[in-house]
């Protein structure tokens, strides 16, 4: 039992309210991750379900008990904090053993957890070394290990791969991922990166100014964004979002979108379609081309109508030049529909097929 | 070129004048000054006032230098937590530091004073007689080191508050999450991250306490019957009051020896507890 369950979860330091009536819930041995925007309040509510910060309203359960007034330490929870936090003047043992002293644990024991924690994250020649003596991926692997070794079931993670470079940033994730799967561990993991949260995650929570904007699995964020917000967050270049009122040429546009759509039906709002989609071709919604990035794979077409972006990602390596006409179109069924206020408009077809 | 210049200048030249001082007598009217060897260090030796004063050097020092470091730190702890006017508190134990000694030790003077003083006024409320605290040989060293702490304990915190914040708080987070209390994190953690400064610290308050010599100039001057004389006071007023400057010179080699071991010890002997980068 080691679920944690948040309920109408609210911070405030005087007037700022850093989160509002938050409310998710993490299955038992399952990664979740808290996706937003810096400054959206992802490290206070990991802050507060670890107990560093008083609730101001709200209450967190893990493993169906009440902890939120309950003190850290007894709450059964480990964190990997951001910078890491291992203790400068504390060789790697040391810092790995740091909480099982604290808690007075017998040596053959410590010994043991010691040794089965070295081993899983690769730190079995370096325990001798001060963390100054560590490149940034080692460090990152004590602190995991000194959340192994206390064999708490709920482990927080505070964006623990911000500070590595790219190539150790893509290995460390999939050694985060298949340790946790491994200790059956109920994760949460704060990140900014929907990357991340797109590989890594059984269920991701996108924040937004310290709200819950959408909650799901990562394809169901990917495929049927309930708001513009959620829609431009995931995925890069991010959704394409047509404000409909900056269109004239509602038939150009209706074309593009497959052409069987009613022209009553794009009224306002907005039309939001993935890069992946877009096709170009000779007919569909006219646009100037304004930048081609090539990536290798695939190139990424900056494309221009009326003032509003449009993202095209085609496969291979395709000329274009700054200035050229073209015209873009899309299938039908990739079209998201979003209200003026930016909430999702399901299309009744769509949803019964 | 030009600080090798101001070193030789300011620094060697006199240590060197002074150890050559040193083993020359005091010329009189009937005699030249001449070479006398270690002669000055005899008489030294033999005077019960040297060993006096570097008896109650070491007393000083010893009552001095722990009591201020704890105070520092503990007043550091104190600032260091987020509490509201917290710039004007640190103001408040700064000033000690700010104001000239002379002005400190006159308003100590002003404490310390029989009868009328701040002290027995206060303690005359309670029905306790005055009582010469600076005139009595028994109260009059420790009445000084009172001050002297008092001084210091300011001087020092700002050290250690500045080192205490450079200590991320996710230190003392993480400990608090495996369940450390708040003195096992300060034992353990705090207190060794601390260490560079307590070096620093140290050496600063041992050179300063054999350094002491304008509170006694104003409070004491030494008396009474050397009960609060030190070794820099001693060598003041055996140079330009007894005009016996060979002797003074020969103090102050002694002073310079004593201080130079003194930090040399303490930069080797600590110095492998301190560095754990
Ligand atoms: N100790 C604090 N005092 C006042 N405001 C804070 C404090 N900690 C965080 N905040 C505010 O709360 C909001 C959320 O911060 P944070 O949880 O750190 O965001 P994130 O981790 O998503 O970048 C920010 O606006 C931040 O300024
Ligand atoms: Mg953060």
Redesign the interface.
């Known amino acids: 039992m080691s679920g944690i369950d948040i309920c109408e979860l609210g911070k405030q330091w005087g007037a700022v309210v850093a989160v509002d009536r938050v409310s998710f819930r993490v299955a038992e041995g399952s990664l979740t991750v808290l996706l937003g925007p810096s400054g959206c309040g992802k490290s206070t509510i990991l802050r507060l379900i670890a107990g560093l910060e008083n609730v101001s309203s709200g209450s967190i359960s893990i493993g169906g008990n009440e902890v939120t007034h309950l003190d850290a330490a007894r709450r059964g929870v480990s964190m990997v904090f951001q910078s890491y936090a291992l203790f400068p003047h504390l060789n790697v043992r040391e810092n790995i053993l740091f909480g099982l002293k604290v808690r007075k644990i017998s040596q053959s024991e410590r010994r043991s957890r010691l040794e089965e924690a070295a081993h899983m994250v690769g730190l079995e020649d370096l325990l001798n070394r001060k963390p100054a003596q560590l490149s940034g991926g080692q460090r990152q692997r004590v602190a995991l290990a000194r959340s192994i070794v206390s064999r708490r079931r709920v482990c927080l993670m505070d964006e623990p791969l911000s500070n590595l470079d790219a190539k150790l940033r893509a290995e460390m994730r999939d050694e985060i991922r298949s340790l946790q799967k491994k200790l059956g561990l109920t994760m949460l993991y704060v990140t900014h990166d929907q990357v991340e949260a797109m590989t890594m995650a059984d269920q991701v929570v996108l924040l937004r100014k310290g709200r819950v904007e959408q909650t799901g699995r990562p394809h169901e964020l990917y495929e049927r964004p309930q708001t513009t917000f959620a829609a431009q967050f995931m995925g890069s270049p991010p959704m394409n979002l047509l404000k409909l009122d900056l269109i004239e040429d509602r038939s150009a546009l209706a074309a593009a979108c497959g052409g069987s759509l009613p022209a009553a039906r794009f009224a306002d709002g907005y039309v939001g379609v993935r890069p992946e989609h877009v096709r170009v071709g000779q007919s569909g919604l006219p646009v100037r081309v304004s930048a081609t990035d090539y990536l290798g794979a695939e190139t990424v077409l900056r494309m221009v109508h009326g003032g509003q972006t449009v993202f095209g990602k085609i496969d291979g390596h395709r000329r274009y030049n700054p200035g050229e006409q073209l015209h873009v179109s899309w299938p039908e069924e990739a079209v998201h529909r979003f209200g003026a206020d930016g909430i999702r408009i399901e299309d009744p077809q769509r949803v019964s097929s | 070129m030009p600080a090798a210049i101001l070193l030789i200048a300011f620094t060697h030249y006199p240590t060197v004048a002074t150890v050559i001082d040193s083993l020359f007598s005091k010329a009189t009217a009937i005699r030249p000054s001449r070479f006398v060897g270690v002669l000055n260090y005899q008489r030294m030796l033999d005077d019960p006032i040297f060993w006096k004063v570097l008896a109650n050097n070491a007393w000083f020092a010893l009552g001095t230098i722990p009591t201020s470091i704890a105070l520092a730190i503990l007043m550091a702890l104190f600032v260091n937590r987020s509490i509201p006017g917290r710039s004007l508190v640190r103001m408040a134990y700064f000033t000690p530091t700010v104001l000239p000694m002379i002005a400190v030790a006159n308003i100590w003077l002003f404490f310390y004073t029989p009868d009328i003083g701040l002290i027995d006024q206060i303690a005359s409320w309670f029905g306790f007689s005055g009582h010469n605290w600076l005139g009595d040989p028994t109260t009059v060293l420790p009445a000084i080191m009172v001050m002297t702490i008092w001084k210091e304990a300011g001087f020092f915190m700002i050290f250690y508050l500045a080192a205490m914040q450079n200590i ?1 708080p ?2 003392e ?8 209390t708040r003195w ?1 994190y300060f034992r ?2 705090m207190f ?2 601390l ?1 560079p400064t307590t070096l620093f610290v140290l050496v600063n308050a041992v050179l300063n306490s054999f350094k002491l010599v304008d509170h006694l100039f104003v409070l004491t001057k030494g008396g009474p019957d050397n009960a609060s004389n030190l070794l820099l006071y001693y060598i003041f007023e055996t140079a330009f009051s007894y005009f016996e400057t060979h002797f003074a010179a020969a103090l102050t080699v002694v002073l310079l020896i004593l201080l130079s071991v003194m930090a040399l010890l303490q930069f080797f002997v600590l110095d492998k507890r301190v560095h ?2």
């Open positions: 991320p996710e230190l987070e993480a400990s608090q999450l495996e369940g450390a096992y353990r953690v060794p991250l260490m754990y980068r």
